[in-house]
């Protein structure tokens, strides 16, 4: 998944209308597009004002056979198959409407959400998408043998194993999840239930619109349904259609390896959860701030596996945010134990303006040390250019960095960057630098 992807609503609205798998009523689905920065949320257009619920992991309620999303007494049930197949085609901003609680099951797969989706069409958007880079493996394990872990990988790709009780019906898929594949390889994979698990969901009141024609059903080792296994390994398959799906609840697109055994929609909204919870931890680390779209996090330490600078002279202490390849903002803190305030000045303390230019430099260096090609050189400074200071920076102000390449050629560099602090620009200035082998 390439970072430089930008967000995608509908072209149109589109209508889908069957029976819904739990609660067996009858009703119409229409999605609808939305602007960017939306996301993915559900209007209930049956209920008094309309309201929405949003896809997200902290309106989950409930995990049994379906993920059920509520906010306040509005809830809308078996919501994965519908935000799956919209997050594995690519749309990430949507309206889905409702005149019921829950969205028709068609055939147990999501190849109906798919047409519909193909019929409305899809559109790009001005905004840059989104995404959370797994860099250190994330797991977590179960106590009935369910285990999730995510590790980092330059796609987003869900390797699935599913183990039914006993061990019967155990299959293996792995896919990259785009969305040729998504339409192809996942979507037309069956929801299934084993047959000792159907009595105890009638009498919780569940699956009253089932039947052979929206559900495999496996009785032994034997296989029920109206027509046979879509895929040898149908039933992974399904499962992740259900983890694509249940993993988009945590607000933000991943680019990581999921790695699965015996999932459910309980352990996928659990690492959900987890992950929205981990992004959050990132930007915590920094000064309260509206980070754009786009965005990535290097802590220091990672930073300075790019950087050759150390300390005292190492003048960015976090990236948090890259857009695209090409843009990119850096954090400097300022503290008064910075060893140039001895003398920068005795009683009123200023940072000097040449070392605001060496964080503009270092921090347009990270986008091009970044690139492949460019690991493990040096960016050597050799030019600055319309060079303005506006404000003084002081002991105590948080210096945001911005950086924007606008030309490469070769091993050289040119970039336009700023300081700021407190949304007003400090100091500016165009620079210019070569990438050397050290």
Do not use: W
């Not at 060079?387 to 050289?412: C, H, M, N, Q, Y």
Request: hydrophobic content about 40%.
């Amino acid at each position: 998944m390439s970072a430089t992807q930008y967000q995608q609503t509908l072209a149109h609205p589109a209508t889908l209308a069957g029976t819904s798998l739990h609660t067996g009523a009858s009703v119409t689905l229409t999605l609808k597009p939305a602007p960017a920065g939306h996301g993915l949320k559900f209007r209930r257009i049956d209920l008094p004002d309309q309201p929405f619920i949003e896809a997200h992991v902290s309106n989950v309620q409930k995990v049994e056979r379906a993920t059920t999303l509520a906010q306040g007494s509005v809830k809308v049930h078996t919501v994965e198959h519908v935000i799956s197949a919209l997050i594995g085609m690519g749309v990430d901003n949507a309206i889905i409407e409702m005149d019921a609680n829950e969205p028709p099951i068609g055939d147990g797969s999501a190849r109906p959400d798919v047409e519909c989706i193909k019929k409305a069409g899809i559109e790009k958007q001005s905004e840059l998408r989104g995404i959370f880079e797994i860099r250190e493996p994330i797991h977590q394990e179960t106590r009935d043998g369910s285990l999730i872990t995510i590790v980092p990988d330059k796609s987003f790709r869900v390797s699935c194993t599913q183990v039914g009780p006993d061990g019967r019906m155990t299959q293996y898929y792995s896919v990259e999840v785009t969305p040729e594949n998504y339409e192809r390889d996942i979507a037309a994979a069956r929801t299934f239930v084993f047959y000792e698990d159907i009595q105890p969901l009638m009498e919780k009141g569940l699956i009253k619109g089932g039947s052979l024609e929206n559900a495999v059903v496996i009785r032994g080792d034997a296989v029920m349904s109206k027509e046979p296994l879509r895929f040898p390994e149908e039933f992974a398959r399904h499962k992740i259609l259900d983890i694509i799906g249940d993993l988009a609840l945590a607000g933000r697109r991943i680019m990581g390896h999921v790695i699965a055994v015996k999932p459910g929609h309980g352990p996928n909204t659990d690492m959900a959860r987890r992950l929205a919870s981990e992004f959050g931890k990132m930007r915590s680390m920094v000064p309260p701030v509206i980070i754009p779209v786009g965005k990535a996090v290097l802590d220091v330490n990672e930073v300075q596996r790019i950087l050759p600078h150390r300390y005292p002279f190492l003048m960015v202490d976090r990236i948090v945010d890259f857009i695209g390849d090409n843009k990119c903002t850096g954090v400097k803190q300022v503290t008064i134990n910075e060893p140039y305030f001895q003398g920068h000045f005795p009683g009123h303390p200023v940072m000097p303006g040449v070392l605001q230019v060496e964080a503009m430099a270092q921090v347009a260096s990270v986008l091009m040390l970044r690139q492949e090609e460019h690991h493990g050189k040096i960016g050597y400074f050799m030019s600055a250019d319309k060079v303005k200071f506006r404000k003084p920076v002081f002991p105590g102000d948080t210096l945001f960095i911005e950086a924007e390449i606008v030309k490469v050629r070769r091993s050289i560099g040119s970039a336009v960057c700023r300081c700021l602090v407190n949304d007003e620009v400090v100091s500016e200035g165009e620079m210019m630098f070569a990438l050397m082998s050290r």
